[in-house]
């Protein structure tokens, strides 16, 4: 079954800076790849996702890319202000577009 | 308009008691899914309705565990003889149909003693 590895398992910057989270996928056939951030004690909120029809797509400060390739995808936040510290994951969903598969998650802290 | 509601938002229960956890999805909502996420990991999926049948329940760790949605809107996740182990926060999702964006609802997290 399709595996998720997501790195790095923290990542701290200084606010203005920017942030990259990398992601690696198993299955071949998985083809929908969204993202979410999830705040201490609240649920997951999705951010960004991405078809692998497509190479990278952005939202305002967020961004992300897809290498079908290398099956490997990665979040970049430019900017980041003190409101974007969270726990992000990555996920990947096969053709049936049912279950999510999550990464293990990567605590962001972004220091004023 | 709503979101994902769930009940209870905490339930303590003792170990090897039977504990029924409840999802309301999103109006209009077709696919229904259950994950569980455990300290500090990414959630877990256990099972997903596409209307009122199990599309996939591979998540599912055992026979302990099995969830309902009998027409189509509520589902329910029922955990038989809970154990240690099953302690961790139940979330359940909605899409409007497979394949689209999940809503995740806030969660109930379980603790057994």
Do not use: M
């Not at chain 2, 309705?49 to 189509?72: I, M």
């Amino acid at each position: 079954g399709e595996n998720v590895e997501q790195h790095p398992s923290t990542l701290s910057v200084q606010e203005g800076d920017s942030a990259v989270i990398k992601c690696t996928y198993s299955d071949s056939a998985s083809n929908y790849f969204p993202w979410y951030k999830q705040e201490l004690g609240k649920r997951p909120q999705l951010i960004i996702d991405i078809r692998s029809n497509v190479g990278e797509k952005k939202d305002q400060r967020i961004a992300v890319t897809l290498n079908k390739t290398a099956k490997h995808f990665s979040l970049h936040i430019t900017e980041t202000q003190p409101e974007d510290s969270a726990v992000y994951f990555c996920a990947a969903s096969d053709n049936q577009g049912g279950k999510l598969i999550f990464g293990q998650g990567t605590e962001l802290s972004v220091k004023p | 308009g709503a979101g994902v509601s769930q009940t209870p938002s905490n339930k303590v229960t003792e170990k090897g008691k039977y504990v029924e956890l409840r999802c309301d999805p999103i109006s209009g909502h077709t696919a229904l899914y259950w994950y569980r996420q455990s300290l500090g990991q990414g959630p877990e999926f256990l099972i997903y309705f596409q209307g009122t049948g199990a599309a996939d329940d591979s998540g599912l760790p055992n026979d302990r565990f099995f969830a309902v949605r009998p027409e189509g809107s509520v589902s329910t996740l029922k955990i038989q003889r809970t154990e240690r182990g099953d302690s961790a926060v139940y979330l359940c999702a909605s899409s409007l149909e497979v394949g689209r964006q999940q809503y995740f609802g806030p969660g109930t997290r379980l603790t057994v003693t």
